[in-house]
């Protein structure tokens, strides 16, 4: 079934008003936030009025010094858990790893002499030549040198062989 298009004006109607709702629900999150936050602050904290005497002042300031020794403790309690599960996510990645295996990388042929491999074998401190060409002995090749002479004159030279054939056909 063919679609049909959406009018201009009408897009522009429905984009105004997603952003009113976006802009409603906006301020109803931070009027929600403004909320709990004073709630958390009247639980916490009560209401703030200077003392008028020492004794009330000393005991108001021994309050809040135990509210932030609590305050302390938890944020100690809490970095603790944090480094805690921390160090199991590490662990746990690191397993994961050695199951998995090592993947080796698929390595590049390269050329090289028995000279460079040694070399990078053993480091550039030890020089150990590996020329075999070098320790083979050497042969030198006999050429022979073969006269070309003319059949006719091979023949002639074996007159005696020519007569023994000719007697056997007789």
Same mark, same amino acid.
């Not at 301020?27 to 929600?32: M, Q």
């Not at 703030?48 to 309050?63: A, Y």
């Not at 050429?143 to 007569?163: C, G, L, P, Q, T």
């Given at each position: 079934?063919?679609?049909?298009?959406?009018?201009?004006? $009408?897009?522009?109607?429905?984009?105004?008003?997603?952003?009113?709702?976006?802009?409603?629900?906006?301020?109803?999150?931070? +009027?929600?936030?403004?909320?709990?936050?004073?709630?958390?602050?009247?639980?916490?904290?009560?209401?703030?009025?200077?003392?008028?005497?020492?004794?009330?002042?000393?005991?108001?300031?021994?309050?809040?010094?135990?509210?932030?020794?609590?305050?302390?403790?938890? $944020?100690?309690? +809490?970095?603790?858990?944090?480094?805690?599960?921390?160090?199991?996510?590490?662990?746990?990645?690191?397993?994961?790893?050695?199951?998995?295996?090592?993947?080796?990388? +698929?390595?590049?042929?390269?050329?090289?002499?028995?000279?460079?491999?040694?070399?990078?074998?053993?480091?550039?401190?030890?020089?150990?030549?590996?020329?075999? $060409?070098?320790?083979?002995?050497?042969?030198?090749?006999?050429?022979?040198?073969?006269?070309?002479?003319?059949?006719? +004159?091979?023949?002639?030279?074996?007159?005696?062989?020519?007569?023994?054939?000719?007697?056997?056909?007789?």
């Amino acid at each position: 079934m063919s679609e049909k298009k959406m009018t201009s004006s $009408r897009r522009h109607h429905l984009k105004s008003v997603m952003l009113q709702i976006a802009a409603q629900r906006l301020e109803d999150e931070a +009027a929600d936030i403004a909320a709990s936050r004073e709630q958390h602050l009247s639980d916490n904290c009560g209401d703030f009025s200077l003392p008028s005497t020492v004794e009330e002042l000393q005991k108001l300031c021994k309050e809040y010094h135990s509210k932030c020794d609590k305050v302390d403790e938890d $944020r100690y309690d +809490a970095e603790a858990k944090v480094t805690k599960n921390d160090k199991e996510i590490d662990e746990l990645k690191f397993k994961v790893k050695e199951m998995k295996g090592m993947k080796k990388p +698929a390595l590049k042929k390269v050329r090289m002499s028995a000279d460079q491999m040694l070399q990078a074998l053993l480091g550039s401190k030890h020089k150990v030549t590996m020329d075999l $060409r070098s320790n083979l002995k050497q042969v030198k090749k006999e050429v022979k040198v073969e006269e070309a002479s003319d059949w006719r +004159a091979n023949i002639e030279d074996k007159k005696d062989r020519k007569k023994m054939f000719e007697g056997a056909e007789a």
